[in-house]
């Protein structure tokens, strides 16, 4: 198969992607599920309609195994291997690659982000998974997937919302950005803001003002200098940075969102 067949930006994680490949024909029974599918949920009646499809016209495109434990392990393409045995299929083409295990994790997240088939949380669970089985900073992940690491950071934060909000955004009822906006809210106050923002109808930008004002009712007046200082620190360190304030007291809260982001961090204030 070829790289643009596999999907493009994949030929930098399988060496020689870029020649072809011809596909076999591959048993369906001989096939087994793949453990770093970053895909939870499928569309039932999406499935039946490829299902027909596959039926009447055949696979379009062939599906990405690989060799496992004297069968084969899926790499992508979960839905036309779903879709065939629920058309009745006893066999499907199969692309056959020697991978590693980071590849096989790695291409199956590419996969769905550039099928769009992944929702946000979803998306933030891979990465997360990717970052702690193979030891990858935000950078290093970026790089591999093609994305900015501001955009894997942000991503990643969604994991730190109230469960049933973290909910909320996979079923699309809230956006990321929306998501975003409640971060610094203390989780009981979550889920109560993101319902506003649903029956409401709030932007994004309405939702951000909202919890300023929210925060600013339980602050005392900020500083416009500790405001300044706050910024600048947030654009250095590349991340959420909290300046409270009381008394002339107060305290820096500085946000991480794994433990290679925690050492990015430190190795920016130390050097």
Known sequence: ???????????????????????????????????????????????EELAQSIAQHGLLQPIVVRP?????????????FRAAKLAGKSSI??????????????????????????????EANAYAQLIKEF?????????RIGKSRSAIANTLRLLNLAPPVQSMVADGRISPGHARTLLSLAVEDQLKAAER??????????AEKNRQAQRQKKAEPRDPNAAHMQQKLMEHLGTRVTLEEKGGKGRIIIEY???QDANRIIN???H
């Open 135 to 143: 030891n990858l900073t935000q950078e290093a992940l970026a790089t």
């Open 197 to 206: 923002i649903v029956s409401k109808g709030l932007t994004v930008r309405t």
């Open 1 to 47: 198969m070829s790289k643009r067949a596999l999907g493009r930006g994949l030929g930098a994680l399988i060496p020689g992607a870029e020649e072809e490949v011809p596909p076999s024909e591959v048993s369906l029974d001989s096939i087994v599920p793949n453990p770093h599918q970053p895909r939870r949920t499928f569309d039932q009646e999406a499935l």
């Open 68 to 80: 496992h434990l004297g069968r084969y392990q899926l790499v992508a393409g979960e839905r036309r």
């Open 268 to 270: 920016i204030i130390l």
């Open 93 to 122: 083409p199969a692309v056959i690659m020697d991978l590693t295990d980071r590849q096989l994790a790695e291409i199956s997240l590419v996969e769905n982000l550039q099928r769009e088939d992944l929702n946000p949380l979803e």
């Open 257 to 259: 969102y794994s433990p």
